[in-house]
């Protein structure tokens, strides 16, 4: 569905080359300073312009609808929304027949028996990613101690991401990555047993994200290869600070008050700029596809600031529900 969060709600709308992309956030406490210039570093981080990315740069204005009065939150459910202006959908006629490989536009079709605006991928979008970094600025204002950093480790298996970059580029081709999240400063117990682990809920919201592929808390994958006494992550004091931290900050589902540590893979856009093959409705047929349109050719590149943004969420719904319980 299009909303998460028990306590902290977070609902997003909108499409590619719709009117609008926004975010409506229930749950915010009264009393929160939140100004428009609050949201533009974390927009700015997510923009598109440098190399690998698309050439569709939108002005990304925040317009807060409600919720807000006086610059600050009034408890009442904050909008947020971003007008599209910089829309060219003739360059998406041909995906209704034609649908691309590794996109949304063939299962979208099928589902909504061709009701979906197909447009820039319509919903399914990685303009939706937008007012998501805004629900995270807002969420990161409520928890102001909590560290949150991610940064990317490597790109199309290279962590010398402009080479990556050029190779890419020269192939006419896409690329993935990966991005590490490190969050500090975490209480000990965030988390609820059975099904709302830390790493559920996290995981969950960052599966969200269009083009994630794969997670990892931790040690991750590698923690099958290790011994138990290698793996361990050894007490170094009573407020349950470790010598190593493999958990990545997660034991029994909670926080154990270590630094959180996570990995995401990012996969190679799907939209890349040459022939391809894919089915054809209107001939049945196998047909050669070129692909029109704006494309990011490495999406890694945008994530790492949307990345943290769903963390925040997911942290803030949980500190939450932690607060409930315990009073
Ligand atoms: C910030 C961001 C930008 C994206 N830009 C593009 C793009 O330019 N072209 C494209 O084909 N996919 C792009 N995507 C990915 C698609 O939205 C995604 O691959 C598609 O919706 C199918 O979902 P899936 O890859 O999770 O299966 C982007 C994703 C994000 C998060």
Same mark, same amino acid.
């Given at each position: 569905?299009?909303?998460?969060?028990?306590?902290?709600?977070?609902?997003?709308?909108?499409?590619?080359?719709?009117?609008?992309?926004? @975010?409506?956030?229930?749950?915010?406490? !009264?009393?929160?300073?939140? @100004?428009?210039?609050?949201?533009?570093?974390?927009?700015?981080?997510?923009? &598109?312009?440098?190399?690998?990315?698309?050439? #569709?740069?939108?002005? +990304?204005?925040?317009?807060?609808?409600?919720?807000?009065?006086?610059?600050?939150?009034?408890?009442?459910?904050?909008?947020?929304?971003?007008?599209?202006?910089?829309?060219?959908?003739?360059?998406?006629?041909?995906?209704?027949?034609?649908? #691309?490989?590794?996109?949304?536009?063939?299962?979208?079709?099928?589902?909504?028996?061709?009701?979906? =605006?197909?447009?820039?991928?319509?919903?399914?979008?990685?303009?939706?990613?937008?007012?998501?970094?805004?629900?995270?600025?807002?969420?990161?204002? %409520?928890?102001? =101690?909590?560290? %949150?950093?991610?940064? *990317?480790?490597?790109?199309?298996?290279?962590?010398?991401?402009?080479?990556?970059?050029?190779?890419?580029?020269?192939?006419? +081709?896409?690329?993935?990555?990966? *991005?590490?999240?490190?969050?500090?400063?975490?209480?000990?117990?965030?988390?609820?047993?059975?099904?709302?682990?830390?790493?559920?809920?996290?995981?969950?919201?960052?599966?969200?994200? &269009?083009?994630?592929?794969?997670?990892?808390?931790?040690?991750?994958?590698?923690? !099958?290869?290790?011994?138990?006494?290698?793996?361990? =992550?050894?007490?170094?004091?009573?407020?349950?600070?470790?010598?190593?931290?493999?958990?990545?900050?997660?034991?029994?589902?909670?926080?154990?008050?270590?630094?959180?540590?996570?990995?995401?893979?990012?996969?190679?856009?799907?939209?890349?700029?040459?022939?391809?093959?894919?089915?054809?409705?209107?001939?049945? #047929? %196998?047909?050669?596809?070129?692909?029109?349109?704006?494309? =990011?050719?490495?999406?890694?590149? #945008? @994530?790492?600031?949307?990345?943290?943004?769903?963390?925040?969420?997911? %942290?803030?719904?949980?500190?939450?529900?932690?607060?409930?319980?315990?009073?």
């Amino acid at each position: 569905m299009n909303s998460f969060g028990r306590i902290l709600r977070v609902s997003i709308y909108g499409e590619s080359h719709g009117a609008v992309v926004g @975010v409506i956030l229930d749950g915010v406490p !009264a009393g929160i300073k939140i @100004v428009e210039e609050d949201f533009l570093q974390d927009i700015l981080k997510r923009k &598109p312009g440098g190399k690998g990315t698309t050439t #569709r740069i939108e002005n +990304d204005v925040p317009v807060i609808k409600s919720g807000i009065f006086n610059s600050f939150s009034t408890g009442a459910p904050i909008c947020i929304e971003f007008i599209n202006n910089n829309i060219r959908s003739d360059d998406y006629n041909q995906i209704v027949q034609f649908p #691309r490989p590794g996109h949304s536009d063939f299962v979208a079709k099928k589902k909504f028996n061709s009701y979906n =605006d197909h447009r820039g991928g319509g919903h399914f979008s990685g303009r939706l990613t937008l007012p998501i970094v805004a629900a995270g600025v807002i969420a990161k204002k %409520i928890l102001p =101690d909590l560290k %949150i950093r991610s940064n *990317i480790l490597e790109v199309g298996g290279n962590n010398n991401i402009e080479e990556a970059l050029e190779l890419a580029i020269e192939k006419r +081709d896409s690329i993935g990555g990966i *991005i590490e999240c490190t969050v500090s400063n975490l209480p000990i117990g965030l988390g609820e047993p059975f099904f709302d682990s830390v790493e559920s809920v996290l995981s969950h919201l960052i599966f969200a994200i &269009p083009a994630v592929k794969g997670i990892e808390f931790g040690a991750g994958f590698s923690s !099958a290869k290790m011994f138990g006494s290698d793996h361990n =992550d050894t007490f170094i004091d009573a407020s349950g600070k470790t010598k190593t931290n493999h958990s990545g900050g997660i034991s029994g589902g909670l926080s154990n008050g270590n630094d959180l540590i996570l990995r995401i893979a990012v996969k190679p856009s799907s939209s890349i700029p040459s022939q391809q093959e894919s089915y054809h409705f209107g001939s049945g #047929r %196998i047909e050669k596809l070129i692909i029109e349109g704006r494309h =990011d050719l490495c999406i890694a590149m #945008r @994530v790492p600031v949307v990345l943290e943004a769903v963390v925040s969420i997911g %942290i803030c719904d949980l500190y939450f529900i932690n607060e409930l319980k315990n009073i």
